[in-house]
């Protein structure tokens, strides 16, 4: 049983974060951004994120969409030499105000535009999913790696206090050893033209786009990787699901004798949870992957988990600027990413095959 | 889909276990049940319950241990010719004051002692879980039936007020249609020599003794039967658990495509609960399968789930005299039973082949 560093590097870059002292970096040097795809996350929380980072600005946009463009110019007093379209995008490398280059495209796109942003010599920050497939993620990972460049995943939640409050209870098994984990998130999809009911923009369903939240936590909280997984599907829209996952289950199995049960839906709403079952009680969350709300429990009334709200984006985006600022390595990277895509695929082989699966090495 | 109209039979036995009306029945008539087994779900449970009773009374004792014999005998005023051993069980064919004989034996002995109690031409009431094996069941419920007899599986949270309420909540759609449960129940056993972890009289481990709780709250919330089932094992002591199963959690889907997930355990507390999940809101019991203490919970202020406290003992065995004076059928009866061992049939076959397998047909 191996537990990877996860809490100590994590715990080192948020204590960096929160510490006014950082020797290393240029006073007020701030990184520039540019985002690429200006779609309802970058407009509604990114941007605006980005607003309030200590250590970063928007720099630059990359849209296809000339209107967008416009908009983005005007509202956040982007100069024309800043913006780009899929075309000219590689131009970017020219750009010495950028630094950094965030991708908020579809998931298919991620692997082309980290590759191309990693060629363009920018460090890449990439949402979540990292991309469709495990193989993408490696070639990603290769890419960004030649160019001397770090990547960052869009795992906000790895920043958010809640968040890393369960995880420091789990790990410091504050109610005794880790026994069982549950976990889940879905809700129910609207608009059936949506890219993310594409299989070929979004690679997969809910699982893809939100079940990826309740594997990171049992991967989080644990600190370990899955070894086992068995999966099973369920659909009762087979129009609108035609091509993606409606509803998925599974259980995992890590190698300390943790078990978990999970869930994704795009079928309905009221799951989005964590909760973990100890030895001498247990504690999770509930809301636990919303932007804001989130709410702790646990089994013991002298134990508390409650903090103020952060903006998970911005802190997120913080800290990775903070690694680059100082050169540290970033967590969560792209084996953070590909570690998911991993297991993600084992879900889906295991429902394709109706058996039991291993989880790929990776 | 085929929904059981398993409310409607509950509720009337109900109805009619709460009016005082029954004018089929000899006023003031009390069945005589024969005790099979003196552990201590008889003694502490079983006896104080058939004490407080409207249609029932103690009447006559089986046992191998002469000491408790004697000691029974004593506190409950049982004459020499109503005590039985498990040689001379047979003579109670001839015992006029014994209606029924509930076996609360371990697992492996329910078969045998079902049968004979069947042929000694007795009403028999049987401890969960009813067998060892679906086969078993099926002779069990042939026994009875040629007997003319009835026969109740002693399945108590089908008579307790806030099982009964949530089944009501997911049956009417209070909350809309049904979408998604989640229901485990485990503990962490304590003597590792009892007979709970002997596979030949127990039959398995956590899942039969106590995840068919979880198994059974699926089933009569849905009023359907899973059809598919992918399960997964996990041992974290294999001495402990040499015989029998430690953890299991699994995913069944329902023909309506309510989905689920579930688990059990011998190896930790904690878990002892189910949580329903609709289109328009969600309700659950947690803690939902002890004896007392039962806690309901909804995502609306406005619907609560709140009963007084009854003996679930109590509760179940005057609805299976209230079926018998009245002629009418029981339920929880054999088919529930088979249904239940039939689903854990398959529990275990998908663990032992690795892959997702369906629930044979009663």
């Known amino acids: 049983m191996q537990r990877r560093p996860f809490l100590a590097t994590l715990g080192a870059t948020a ?3 929160t510490t006014g002292a950082r020797a290393q970096e240029p006073a007020g040097k701030k990184l520039g951004w540019a985002l690429v795809g200006l779609g309802s996350l970058s407009t509604n929380q990114i941007a605006p994120a980005l607003a309030k980072t200590k250590h970063c600005k928007l720099s ?10 416009e908009a983005w110019k005007k509202q956040h007093g982007i100069p024309d030499s800043h913006v780009y379209n899929y075309e000219t995008f590689d131009r970017i490398a020219d750009n010495p105000d950028v630094d950094v280059i965030y991708i908020v495209l579809p ?3 991620h692997e082309e535009y980290v590759i191309r942003a990693a060629k363009a010599g920018k460090h890449v920050f990439c949402e979540k999913p990292m991309a469709n497939s495990a193989e993408e993620c490696r070639r990603m990972i290769a890419a960004v790696k030649a160019a001397g460049k770090q990547l960052g995943i869009g795992y906000r939640c790895q920043f958010e206090p809640h968040h890393r409050e369960c995880i420091r209870l789990a790990r410091e098994k504050v109610f005794g050893p880790l026994k069982f984990l549950e976990a889940g998130f879905g809700f129910q999809i609207g608009d059936p033209t949506q890219w993310r009911l594409r299989k070929n923009l979004a690679g997969g369903g809910a699982l893809m786009d939100v079940g990826i939240y309740a594997l990171q936590a049992c991967r989080y909280l644990t600190g370990e990787e899955p070894v086992e997984i068995v999966a099973q599907e369920t659909k009762t829209d087979p129009v609108k699901f035609a091509e993606v ?3 998925i289950t599974w259980s995992m199995k890590f190698p300390s004798g943790v078990a978990a ?3 994704t839906t795009y079928g309905f ?3 989005n949870f964590f909760s973990a079952t100890c030895q ?3 504690f999770g969350l509930d809301p636990a992957f919303n932007y804001d709300g989130i709410k702790g429990w646990t089994s013991r009334p002298d134990v508390k988990i409650q903090f103020p709200a952060v903006d998970h984006f911005q802190a997120e985006m913080d800290a990775f600027a903070d690694a680059i600022l100082n050169n540290k390595p970033f967590t969560p990277g792209g084996e953070e990413g590909l570690r998911d895509l991993l297991a993600i695929e084992a879900i889906y082989r295991s429902i394709r095959e109706g058996k039991a699966v291993k989880v790929e090495a990776p």
């Open 280 to 282: 001498r009680g247990r």
């Open 15 to 17: 204590a960096a974060l």
């Open 60 to 69: 630059a946009i990359v849209t296809g969409t000339p209107a967008k463009a």
């Open 269 to 271: 709403n009221g799951k």
């Open 107 to 109: 998931n298919s796109m």
């Open 261 to 263: 049960s999970l869930m």
């Open 245 to 247: 996952d409606e509803t």
